[in-house]
């Protein structure tokens, strides 16, 4: 039996750094995929209410498509909502990208800009997502008046 990725995460004033997996999944259909929200991410990350976690789990259950904005979005909300780590955040990212109900847009852009989060965390994954994405594009360099951001190959400092 296979088993859903799905990183449990409560909200508290105090880190948290158990990460918690479980539940059963059905396997990958890219037939009748769906496209999820931010919400509903949150929904199947968190599990803070098990109703809607359990209308997520049924609505992924025949493959979901996570766009970037919801994956940014959903980074974002982790970070100043549940107040999670940056090494918390990367662990969510790397269950998402091997998660076998849900597709990510570009996931080749998504492992690149979550190396180059991890090596980097004081970055931020957008900034790391908008790089990476430029890259994919061969739109780069890219311009930014961020200093850090500038640091890294494919960045020029504005």
């Not at 098990?50 to 959903?74: C, M, N, P």
Request: net charge positive; with cysteine; proline share 3%.
């Amino acid at each position: 039996m296979f088993t859903k990725r799905f990183l449990v995460i409560q909200r508290s004033n105090k880190p948290q750094t158990r990460l918690t997996l479980s539940m059963p999944f059905a396997v990958l259909s890219k037939r009748n995929m769906h496209a999820i929200d931010t919400n509903v991410l949150i929904r199947l990350l968190v599990r803070d209410d098990a109703k809607q976690a359990k209308i997520a789990d049924t609505f992924i259950a025949k493959g979901a498509w996570v766009s970037h904005l919801v994956l940014a979005e959903t980074v974002w909300v982790l970070d100043a909502v549940y107040q999670r780590s940056p090494l918390q955040l990367a662990a969510a990212l790397e269950l998402l990208l091997s998660h076998e109900s849900l597709v990510l847009q570009d996931a080749d852009v998504v492992m690149a800009a979550l190396t180059q989060f991890k090596a980097k965390t004081a970055l931020g994954f957008s900034d790391c997502m908008v790089l990476e994405i430029a890259r994919k594009a061969g739109h780069t360099p890219l311009g930014s008046f961020d200093k850090s951001l500038a640091k890294i190959s494919g960045v020029n400092k504005l």
